[in-house]
């Protein structure tokens, strides 16, 4: 079994390539027309010429990260994942949302009752 794996992973990477090829939009490939970079993934496939040209050459690639969003800040120009209970405009948020919910619910002097109708505080 262990002699085919070479034979199954050079498959694998040839299957990947060509499926990557064919999903990445026009606008993304790099140097060629994406038919020509499916040609070449398919003729040349089997000696990983074609697979590694597509991987280091065909497709722009976009770095981890990226994309933005409320979740990141940015630091040195790159995007940084923050987490929620760290970020400022999300703490913000929540502020805004309680200061909202209390204003929709003003608060009764039933809620400060126990279930037996005795005021809090008072011993039995």
Not at 36 to 56: D, K, Y
């Amino acid at each position: 079994m262990l002699r085919y794996l070479p034979f199954l992973l050079v498959l694998a990477l040839w299957i990947y390539a060509f499926i990557d090829c064919l999903n990445t939009p026009e606008e993304e490939v790099k140097h060629l027309p994406k038919v020509a970079w499916v040609i070449i993934v398919l003729l040349f496939g089997q000696v990983l010429i074609g697979p590694i040209a597509w991987f280091a050459a065909g497709k722009v690639r976009k770095g981890a990260g990226a994309g933005g969003g409320p979740g990141l800040r940015g630091r040195g120009g790159r995007p940084q994942w923050v987490a929620p209970d760290d970020n400022p405009e999300f703490l913000k948020s929540l502020g805004e949302e309680n200061r909202r919910r209390a204003a929709q619910e003003p608060t009764t002097d039933e809620d400060t009752q126990d279930p037996d109708g005795d005021a809090p505080g008072k011993g039995k």
